[in-house]
Nanobody
């Protein structure tokens, strides 16, 4: 059984904050890079962030850099995306995904995530005043 379960989405006012969670089961969790992606209606999926398998380094798309923070707790097999100062351009379905990294290498900011083999179900983030 290999599953990713996302949670934490919801409705928030501009300038507000949410923390998304991505809980994994059935994976060798600490050998995967975790990527975060989002897809708004009528838009292509875009990469938001990635964090390496050890949780030592994270990288962000320019659109969210300075506002979003990726982290992971490998003891809990869970990754997090803390989203601060949410803006009207941020609403989307947010997904976490895993990319196999057995050599524990660093990640690069994902684009569409074609190398990510495992995906969560997505969680909706809405920003409205």
């Amino acid at each position: 059984q290999m599953q990713l379960a996302e949670s934490g989405g919801g409705l928030v006012q501009p300038g507000g904050a949410l923390r998304l969670s991505c809980a994994a089961s059935g994976f060798t969790w600490d050998k995967y890079i975790v990527g975060w992606f989002r897809q708004a209606p009528g838009k292509e999926r875009e990469g938001v962030s990635c964090i390496d398998s050890r949780g030592t380094s994270a990288y962000y798309a320019d659109s969210v850099n300075g506002r979003f923070t990726s982290s992971r707790d490998n003891a809990k097999n869970t990754a997090y995306l803390a989203m601060n100062n949410l803006q009207p351009e941020d609403p989307a379905v947010y997904y976490c995904a895993l990319d196999w990294a057995p050599n524990m290498g660093s990640c690069t900011v994902p684009r569409r995530g074609v190398t990510y083999a495992y995906w969560g179900q997505g969680t909706q983030v809405t920003v409205s005043s």
